[in-house]
């Protein structure tokens, strides 16, 4: 994290039940690698400017991002929350219920692409989608929300710079390429209007046309 935002985050009151949360995923052992505090309030900003009553998380973890959305939903609104992971869904529903939302979001448990073919099969639609999960799947993952998307929905994803290998020519994984592929599509999609946030560790926000 760098000193500005360092600078920004410390203008904001510690919100302690976002901070229970990180701390209690940490202590079941799982990677604290939740979305930065200034991206989830921008979460919450987006859900609400949105009116977004039916949202989609793709990478669940331990429910940090689940209750920045959550936050932002229109009453009666509901999130879906797909995690490949059982232990981590569980650790996620635990902390969404103590925040107070765990009568509005739902789990799917598994392989995310699954699953997301599972909701297409099911004509579901969404005003809202947040992907955090495994890099490799970025580009399936946008396919995804845009064939599941209302138009004018919002598609958010973190992490596109991957602490700085997206832009590193020698890095060449396949999670830097799923990366790189995904960014490039989201820019350049005739299907999209969209911006790159380079904050943190990069922002990528589209809307549906």
Do not use: H, W
């Not at 410390?10 to 604290?32: C, H, K, Y």
């Not at 099969?121 to 845009?146: H, S, T």
């Not at 590193?168 to 995904?182: C, I, L, M, T, W």
């Amino acid at each position: 994290m760098t000193n500005e935002e360092q600078y920004i985050d410390s203008l904001f009151e510690q919100d302690e039940i976002l901070e229970n949360i990180r701390v209690a995923t940490s202590a079941a052992g799982m990677p604290d690698i939740a979305v930065a505090q200034g991206y989830g309030r921008l979460l919450t900003m987006l859900v609400s400017m949105n009116n977004v009553t039916n949202a989609l998380e793709i990478g669940a973890l331990g429910g940090y991002s689940g209750v920045c959305i959550a936050r932002g939903l229109q009453q009666g609104g509901r999130l879906t929350c797909l995690e490949l992971l059982p232990q981590f869904a569980e650790v996620a529903k635990t902390n969404v219920t103590k925040a107070g939302f765990g009568e509005q979001i739902d789990y799917m448990i598994g392989d995310a692409k699954l699953s997301l073919e599972q909701l297409v099969e099911r004509n579901e639609r969404f005003q809202f989608f947040f992907i955090d999960a495994d890099k490799e799947g970025y580009p399936a993952y946008l396919e995804y929300a845009i064939r599941l998307a209302d138009p004018g929905a919002i598609i958010v994803a973190d992490n596109i710079l991957l602490r700085g290998r997206t832009i590193n020519e020698n890095k060449q994984g396949p999670a830097v390429q799923a990366v790189r592929s995904f960014n490039e599509t989201i820019v350049r999609d005739a299907r999209l209007q969209s911006t790159i946030l380079p904050g943190y560790d990069g922002l990528a926000i589209a809307r549906v046309l």
